[in-house]
C-alpha cells in the first residue's frame, strides 16, 4: 500500500507516479456542499476521471476499464465519516493498493 499524500488547502495540484505511470490530481474543495472532489489524469492510459466525490472506502478507479491498475481510495484513521475540510492528508489518507495487492 502507498500513500498519496493530501493537504487541506482548498484547491492544488499535484503529480506522483505509481504503478509506473503519472497520475495527475487536482483536489478541489466545495464550499456548498462541503466537500472535496478529486480529478485524477493518467494520460499515457488516456485516463481523465474528473469531479470525482472524495469520500471514504470508494476505489476511485473502479468501474473504470483500468484493469492494469490497482485500488486507489481515502481512508478514514478514525471511523468510516467522509472527509472535512481540516482532516484531509491527517485523518484522511488517500492510499493506492497495486494490483497484485488489491484483491
Same mark, same amino acid.
Given at each position: 500500500? +502507498? @500513500?498519496?499524500?493530501?493537504?487541506?488547502?482548498?484547491?492544488? =495540484? /499535484?503529480?506522483?507516479? +505509481?504503478?509506473?505511470?503519472?497520475?495527475? @490530481? $487536482?483536489?478541489?474543495? +466545495?464550499? =456548498?456542499?462541503?466537500?472535496? &472532489?478529486? #480529478?485524477?489524469? &493518467?494520460?499515457?492510459?488516456?485516463?481523465?476521471?474528473?469531479? *470525482?466525490?472524495?469520500?471514504?472506502? $470508494?476505489? +476511485?478507479? /473502479?468501474?473504470?476499464?483500468?484493469?492494469?491498475?490497482?485500488? %486507489?481510495? %481515502? &481512508?478514514?484513521?478514525?471511523?468510516?465519516? #467522509?472527509?472535512?475540510?481540516?482532516?484531509?492528508?491527517? $485523518?484522511?489518507? *488517500?492510499?493506492? &493498493?497495486?494490483?497484485? =495487492?488489491? =484483491?
Amino acid at each position: 500500500m +502507498l @500513500f498519496v499524500p493530501l493537504q487541506a488547502y482548498p484547491a492544488y =495540484e /499535484f503529480r506522483t507516479e +505509481l504503478d509506473g505511470y503519472l497520475f495527475v @490530481f $487536482r483536489v478541489l474543495w +466545495l464550499g =456548498e456542499p462541503e466537500q472535496w &472532489i478529486i #480529478d485524477v489524469d &493518467i494520460d499515457e492510459l488516456d485516463v481523465h476521471c474528473h469531479g *470525482l466525490a472524495l469520500v471514504t472506502g $470508494r476505489d +476511485l478507479l /473502479f468501474g473504470r476499464g483500468l484493469y492494469q491498475l490497482g485500488m %486507489l481510495a %481515502l &481512508i478514514d484513521q478514525q471511523g468510516n465519516d #467522509d472527509p472535512d475540510f481540516a482532516g484531509l492528508g491527517d $485523518r484522511w489518507k *488517500l492510499v493506492y &493498493i497495486p494490483l497484485g =495487492e488489491a =484483491e
